[in-house]
């Protein structure tokens, strides 16, 4: 089946750093990726939709120029936490939705723990 | 690590038939659950949560789910479903206590015909 490739799993950074998460589609085209972040106790929370060559989505809310997002192939689609400060501890996980003829289906990365000291 | 299966991959149902999608995890701790949906165009959606408690959970929707912990199982249920339940479905699993880490099963493709 489809898989959705996150990395890294697990990334600890100095506060005032820029952190990378890279999200692939290995056997498909996604043409729509989307980044969401999972707070503990809580549902997951949608950041923003990316789509091939287009400039992403972004929810209210979520700091645009803070939490970069390049959608630059149908492949592959990146999360860049830049100056990350404590508070953007979180896990971060990607998905990847393959358009096919009848509907649409959505995979998951593995997901991106990241800790900012 | 923990691990979610959903066993149904596709299910077709007639309008107000009723629904059970099937969840199980692996994991050796104590866990939050979690069942999302993703209707056609849109970004997932939470439909319920288990954190502690009652072990059924009444989610939107008319939506409930079952935490057995014995079978390590979350199943999903509607009575009567209708075709805008038309959507597809993922169980996910975060351990309790230290991280947030989530997992998700895989999905479930529901087509409701009317």
């Known amino acids: 089946g489809a898989v959705v490739s996150q990395h890294p799993s697990r990334v600890i950074c100095k506060s005032g750093t820029s952190v990378k998460i890279e999200c692939r589609s290995l056997d498909f085209q996604a043409t729509t990726m989307f980044w969401y972040r999972q707070f503990p106790k809580q549902s997951l929370m949608l950041m923003a939709t990316s789509n091939e060559g287009s400039k992403a989505t972004y929810e209210q809310g979520v700091e645009k120029d803070k939490f970069l997002i390049n959608h630059a192939s149908l492949t592959l689609s990146t999360l860049t936490v830049t100056s990350a400060h404590p508070e953007d501890s979180s896990f971060y996980i990607c998905?990847?939705?393959?358009?096919?003829?009848?509907?649409?289906?959505?995979?998951f990365g593995s997901g991106t723990q990241l800790s900012v000291l | 690590a923990q691990s979610v299966s959903q066993h149904n991959h596709h299910v077709i149902l007639s309008e107000a038939a009723s629904l059970e999608l099937g969840c199980n995890y692996s994991y050796g701790g104590t866990v939050n659950l979690f069942w999302y949906v993703q209707y056609p165009g849109q970004h997932l959606q939470l439909l319920l949560k288990?954190?502690?408690?009652?072990?059924l959970v009444k989610g939107i929707k008319g939506f409930e789910a079952e935490f057995i912990k014995s079978k390590f199982s979350f199943n999903l249920r509607k009575p009567s479903v209708q075709w805008s339940d038309t959507a597809e479905y993922f169980c996910?699993?975060?351990?309790?206590?230290?991280?947030?880490?989530?997992?998700f099963g895989t999905g479930t493709q529901l087509k409701v015909e009317l």
């Open positions: 996910a699993v975060m351990p309790t206590g230290g991280g947030n880490k989530l997992t």
């Open positions: 998905s990847a939705r393959q358009a096919r003829l009848e509907n649409e289906k959505l995979f």
């Open positions: 288990y954190f502690s408690g009652d072990p």
